[in-house]
């Protein structure tokens, strides 16, 4: 009995904790339903319902919302940070799993270090750094922001690396494999999970960073900014009134590809987790 009722009230506080989590972003999906522009208090849910918000979205862009230049640039620099990023990833967690070399240890110490330090303390370098390249206001000088320390995520793709039976490497140098077919045709194809993880993880920084996108883009012309920064300024006092249920509406637009995604790949992603967790 006392088994029971604790299981009740464990299930009761979890559901209490979801419904309080899922509150915001109910209130964010009716609000872009709205035919209310402003900010409404007066209602949780609006009393007039419309798809206005979306339609000025991708058939109606101007100045201050150009929602599909946005949704373009924050794509672009998604997709191509996400292939140098998983490339970068899986090169350096195979080298540290795999392969023997001196001072092995060491860079995997000096490495987890560094990851350790707050990305927004050489925020300021890199701008710089990336001004004196001509690299500022571009999409190239934020993918490379994105990929350029990406290898030091290795650690939980190494971790399934190590899961990987050393006999079918050993047996591959044996019929004479290099070390980069031994990757390309034996660890690749039986990483699938470890690669779907690496793939989300390294397509959702770029995709929700607003912090290092607003440093680098200082363009004023609204076709040069991402998603994030874009929707952001649409929270501005002069603009609030007018594009609020807009800015909800792009809100939920840009969360619906990440849903997806998580929703198709979440059988890999779980066992990708769990599978870096074996071994350190």
């Given at each position: 009995?006392?088994?029971?009722?604790?299981?009740?009230?464990?299930?009761?506080?979890?559901?209490?904790l979801a419904f309080i989590w899922l509150i915001p972003i109910i209130w964010l999906v009716v609000t872009s339903l709205s035919a209310y522009k402003g900010v409404n208090y007066a209602h949780f849910f609006p009393t007039e319902w419309s798809l206005d918000n979306y339609q000025q979205l991708f058939l109606r862009p101007d100045t201050a919302a150009n929602f599909p230049a946005w949704f373009k640039n924050s794509l672009i620099i998604g997709i191509f940070t996400c292939i140098i990023s998983s490339i970068f990833v899986l090169m350096v967690s195979y080298a540290f799993s795999c392969m023997r070399f001196k001072a092995r240890k060491p860079l995997m110490s000096f490495s987890i270090i560094l990851g350790m330090f707050p990305g927004v303390l050489s925020?300021?370098?890199?701008?710089?750094?990336?001004?004196?390249?001509?690299?500022?206001?571009?999409?190239?000088?934020?993918v490379f922001v994105y990929s350029a320390a990406s290898g030091l995520g290795f650690l939980i793709c190494k971790g399934?690396?190590?899961?990987?039976?050393?006999?079918?490497?050993?047996?591959?140098?044996?019929?004479?494999?290099?070390?980069?077919?031994?990757f390309t045709r034996i660890v690749i194809p039986l990483s699938k999970p470890m690669i779907v993880?690496?793939?989300?993880?390294?397509?959702?920084?770029?995709w929700m960073d607003f912090v290092m996108a607003r440093l680098m883009?200082?363009?004023?012309?609204?076709?040069?900014?991402?998603?994030?920064?874009?929707?952001?300024?649409?929270?501005?006092?002069?603009?609030?009134g007018d594009y609020f249920s807009v800015f909800c509406a792009g809100g939920v637009i840009v969360a619906i590809p990440i849903s997806i995604l998580f929703i198709i790949m979440q059988k890999f992603y779980v066992e990708g987790i769990t599978g870096g967790a074996v071994k350190g």
């Open positions: 009995m006392k088994k029971t009722v604790n299981i009740i009230v464990r299930h009761i506080v979890l559901a209490l925020m300021i370098a890199v701008y710089f750094v990336l001004k004196m390249l001509g690299l500022t206001d571009s999409l190239a000088g934020l399934f690396f190590d899961t990987i039976p050393v006999s079918l490497r050993e047996a591959a140098k044996l019929e004479g494999a290099s070390e980069a077919t031994i993880y690496t793939v989300i993880n390294a397509f959702l920084n770029p883009i200082k363009s004023k012309n609204s076709a040069d900014w991402t998603v994030a920064i874009g929707l952001y300024n649409l929270l501005q006092r002069s603009l609030i």
